[in-house]
Each structure stands twice: as structure tokens, then as C-alpha cells.
């Protein structure tokens, strides 16, 4: 009976109407749902850039998320969930994952409003989000700073959801469906030799349960859309990223650091991924789950009045060392068998791969950049 009445309680809580782009229902010990068309465009063309030197994270933060009236999507005594991008990167190469300092920044924010704040991400196809991951980023000294904490998105409740234009399901966070929780996608821009460029709609792709991601890959083109599904599925009340450096060069780990001292915000995750386009100089229609997200050209978007554009210096910088489309064809068709290594091998050998990577990182690509 105690059971029962527990599930009754989540179905009433995670159930139909309270998440509109998921139907849910409990089967078979966890959640089976298929997704709804809701568009994930709105109407909302606003974007904040402003400096991130200067002036203290949280006052960055303070100022993006002021810009953009994001007090009132606040619950009182609610919960905040930052997603960041860690697996995607490489240790001590700013710009290749969330910078930690941004992530301060929203946890002050969220704790100012009373607020209870987790910062999560999910496992990655050859490594698991945990300790060593969190302390491979310089993420573990943050977390006990701040005094908070991490949820591993592989863990926990989880839903199986069947997508449009997807024949595989995908597996969920029920955390990031919760209609209470307030979703801050905090991302790093960067290129990516496979997806061309990865932005807000691609980090929410690391939050699938799925350790084993490489079977998404194993499709030439499924990957894609999978991006796509996930951003539909797992849309952030609000998204912010950039920091002191970005990501140039062949990403998502071979980065070359470009300082830019700024922080974007915008509460439409497409247009957000649409302004960072024009940054790169990576055409819109040339990233295939952008394209797939919405029927059109690229969604505009508004600099909100008191915004500070990147300088035009810092840009020419970063497409200095531009991925463009004809190079990322040429990686994709050079990289992808990597995806048929068995994932017990590749979880295997991941950390001391990643370490040789981030060095040769800091030798070859470090000195193309700015001083760190």
C-alpha cells in the first residue's frame, strides 16, 4: 500500500499536464512516456552579453539573469539544477568545459533567492560523472566552497521516452522533467568535429542516462537527432555560458583558449545557439540538429539595451582557428570507427588517454591561444 500510494504521488506530480512536452506513465518499475509537439521556439527573442572581468562571477550572474526577468520563473524555497558540460572537455584547457567560475556564479544566485542548488551532469560514453570527473575539472574544490552539491544524471529516476523522428527511445532524468525543479543549462561554446558546433541544445545531450553513448554514434547520422530529441525533451528554463575563455579549434577537446570575458544568457535555447553561430561563423544550416529543431532559417534574436557585445578582436581570434563545415565532414569520416571500440575498453583506458590528450593540448594548441 505504502508503495502504491508512492507512485501515486509521483504520477500525480511528474504526470499528464504538469510536463506538456511528455506524456508519463509508471510501467515496469520506471517511467514510460512519449513526447508531445510543443514548440521549442518562442516567443521570447531576448539575449544578454555582458562582461565577465571586471566584476565577480556572482554580479555577472546577477546581471544576465536581471536582464532577463529570471527571478520570476524562481519557486519560493524552490530547487535550482545547474546541467554542466564536463565530460566534454579536457583538464586544465579553459574553454573546453563549463568554466567553473560561471557555475559559482549561478549557485550565488540561486542561494541569494533561498534557493536549494545542485549541479549535475551524466555520465559520458567512456567515463562516469563522479568524484574523479569533478576533480579532474577543478570541480570538487568549487562544490566544497560553495557548499554544493552533485547529482550524477545516470542515477536516480529515470523515464524511457519514445521521440519524434527517432526510432530509438531515450532515456531520461526524471530531475530535469520536474515541472518544480528550475533548469539552468550552463554551457561552454565551442566547436565540435563531429556536430559542428556544440552550444546550449548540444549539452542537454549529456544529460541521457546512457553511459554507453557511443551506440548513438554508431548510426552515421542518428547523432543528430538524438541532439535534437534531447533538447526537446529536456528544454532549461534558462541558459548561460561563455566565461573568461572559449573553446576555438577542433573541439570538443582539442581547444585552442580565445579570451572573450563574457557571459551570454537568453531564455530561448535556439536563438542563444543562433547568436553563438554568427560568433563562430558556422553556418546555422550546416549543424544538423539545429536545422532538425526548427522548420526555417536560423530564429533571431535581440541584445537586450546594456548589453556588451564580444569585442571584434577577440572574434577575429576565435575564427582564427574556425572549424569549418568541410573540415568537420573531413573528422567525422576520419574519427568515427572510434565509435565500434567496445565501451569496456574505452571506459578502460579513458583516464590516462584524457591525460595524454590535455597535454598535448597545452603543447600544441595553448600557444596558437591567449595567455592563460
Known sequence: MARAGAEKGLREEYGRGLVPWVDLDRKRGHWEGKEVAVPLVTDDRRLWCGRFDGV????????????LDADELMRPG???????????????CPGSFTDPDLT??????????????????????????????????GYDELL??????????????????????????????????????????????????????????????GALRWSTKGDYHRHFDRIDRVVTAAARLLRPAIS???????GSGLGPHFTVPVRIDRLVAHRDLLRGDAFWCDVLDYPWEKVDHLRAAV?????????????????????????????T??????????????????????????????????????RWNHPKGDPL
Request: overall charge positive; glycine content about 10%; some cysteine.
Open 325 to 362: 563545415p568541410g573540415d568537420r565532414r573531413r573528422w567525422k569520416r576520419l574519427l568515427w570507427p572510434q565509435y565500434f571500440v567496445p565501451h569496456s575498453v574505452q571506459r578502460a583506458i579513458y583516464p590516462a588517454a584524457e591525460a595524454l590528450a590535455a597535454r598535448l593540448n597545452r
Open 78 to 92: 524552490g530547487r535550482v539544477l545547474v546541467k554542466v558540460n564536463l565530460g566534454g572537455g579536457l583538464p586544465g
Open 240 to 246: 548561460i555560458g561563455g566565461g573568461a575563455f572559449l
Open 56 to 67: 565577480t562571477p556572482h554580479e555577472a550572474v546577477e546581471e544576465a539573469f536581471g536582464a
Open 144 to 205: 566544497l566552497e560553495e557548499g554544493a552539491a552533485f547529482e550524477s544524471l545516470a542515477e536516480g529516476e529515470w523515464a524511457r521516452v519514445t521521440c519524434d523522428g527517432l526510432e530509438i527511445p531515450l532515456d531520461v532524468p526524471m530531475a530535469m522533467l520536474d515541472p518544480n525543479v528550475l533548469v539552468i543549462d550552463a554551457y561552454a561554446p565551442k566547436y565540435h568535429w563531429e556536430c559542428g558546433v556544440t552550444l546550449a541544445a548540444k549539452n542537454l545531450y
Open 295 to 323: 522548420e526555417g532559417p536560423a530564429p533571431g534574436y535581440e541584445l537586450v539595451p546594456g548589453s556588451t557585445p564580444i569585442a571584434p578582436e577577440a572574434v577575429t581570434r576565435i575564427r582564427r582557428h574556425a572549424l
Open 104 to 137: 559559482r556564479g549561478v549557485i550565488r544566485w540561486a542561494r541569494a533567492r533561498g534557493a536549494s542548488v545542485v549541479v549535475a551532469e551524466g555520465d559520458q560514453r567512456a567515463c562516469r560523472a563522479g568524484a574523479e570527473l569533478l576533480r579532474r575539472r
